[in-house]
Nanobody, 120 residues
């Protein structure tokens, strides 16, 4: 069993900041990468940011310079969101590409999602 638990949901005004956290737990052998995705009403889920086990990061163009992804150990990932815009409103999902055992291909695991609302 693998669990990804997000926290940090909230309502914030445009220009404000919010920090999301995600903790992975359970039967995990290794984590290749972790990331954040989001889905706004009526839209498809999209990548926000990812970070590999080696610390390499990747961001969607729409959040570059405003959001920062980080990890403090192998199983926790964070998303610092600054200068939030109305269009950042979405459900944010934590993702992990991980192996549950040696020699097993990595698989994608998802959190339950956390709501971020940017509104004046």
């Amino acid at each position: 069993q693998v669990q990804l638990v997000e926290s940090g949901r909230g309502l914030v005004q445009p220009g404000g900041s919010l920090r999301l956290s995600c903790a992975a737990s359970g039967s995990i052998f290794s984590i290749n990468a972790m990331g954040w995705y989001r889905q706004a009403p009526g839209k498809e889920r999209e990548l926000v940011a990812t970070i590999t086990s080696g610390g390499s990061t990747n961001y969607a163009d729409s959040v570059k310079g405003r959001f920062t992804i980080s990890r403090d150990n192998a199983k926790n990932v964070y998303l610092q969101m600054n200068s939030l815009k109305l269009e950042d409103t979405a459900v944010y999902y934590c993702n992990a590409l991980l192996r549950r055992a040696p020699f097993v291909p990595p698989g994608d695991y998802w959190g339950q999602g956390t709501q971020v609302t940017v509104s004046s």
